[in-house]
């Protein structure tokens, strides 16, 4: 069985709704527009964003009513934290799904892309295309803090203790929200010290125990 309707699956046997979580540039949205499609639910989009409200991680209420089947995602650090005392609550409600991607140096490279745009003019974060790219290559120095909150902001998704950990190179999709971003160039060549960046991601893999219980 497709690993997606086998999360569908779960979702209705347990009457759950289906929360995907991720870091950014880790494909998120396109796995939650495509949840949402098999399971035939109601698609909520990023939930919790940052956005000026008060406490915007209050949205994962939405969640919370079972009586017919959404989908959403959360992917800024910031509501996490707030929402990882509430856990247990979570997962009383929700099937959580969480997106990886294997090639941290190309999710690496989008994360910075993106994070460096100025976003009061361009706020196209999905479906990029290659005529809109904006920042020149070998023009972004990375230092060693951006690779730590590059992976702390990663990290913190285990934490959920995911029903399903999925990596976003082995998935095929059907949904057409979402397409992969397309640039220019390499995406990798946008940094200066491409040699660096390389290096700091050489020895990172995952435990074989974050994806060996994608069978229920």
């Known amino acids: 069985m497709v690993i997606f309707d086998q999360i569908v699956q779960l979702a209705n046997q347990q009457n759950k709704n289906i929360l995907v979580i991720g870091s950014p540039r880790s494909g998120t ?3 939650g527009s495509e949840l949402a499609d098999r399971a035939q639910a109601q698609y909520l989009g990023e939930i919790c964003v940052v956005d000026g409200r008060e406490q915007p991680w209050t949205d994962i209420g939405l969640l919370y009513n079972t009586n017919h089947r959404s989908v959403a995602q959360i992917v800024q650090m910031i509501p996490k934290v707030h929402l990882a005392p509430n856990v247990n609550t979570i997962k009383q409600h929700t099937i959580i799904v969480n997106v990886c991607r294997k ?3 190309k999710q690496f490279s989008s994360w910075m892309y993106f994070k460096n745009l100025d976003h009061n003019q361009d706020q196209q974060w999905h479906n ?8 020149q290559q070998h023009s972004i120095q990375v230092q060693e803090q951006d690779i730590v909150q590059f992976m702390i902001e990663q990290l913190i998704d285990f ?6 950990n999925l ?3 082995d998935l095929t999709f059907t949904q057409k929200r979402f ?3 397309k640039f220019s160039y390499p995406l990798e060549t946008i940094f200066s ?5 390389t290096q700091s991601f050489n020895n990172w ?3 074989v125990e974050h994806f060996d219980h994608n069978d229920k």
């Open 29 to 31: 949205h396109a796995v």
């Open 103 to 105: 090639d941290k140096v």
């Open 128 to 135: 990029h295309t290659e005529e809109n790219t904006k920042i």
């Open 159 to 164: 934490y959920f203790v995911p029903d399903f």
């Open 167 to 169: 990596f976003y190179e």
């Open 179 to 181: 397409h992969k971003n």
């Open 193 to 197: 010290n491409l040699e660096f960046v």
């Open 205 to 207: 893999e995952y435990s």
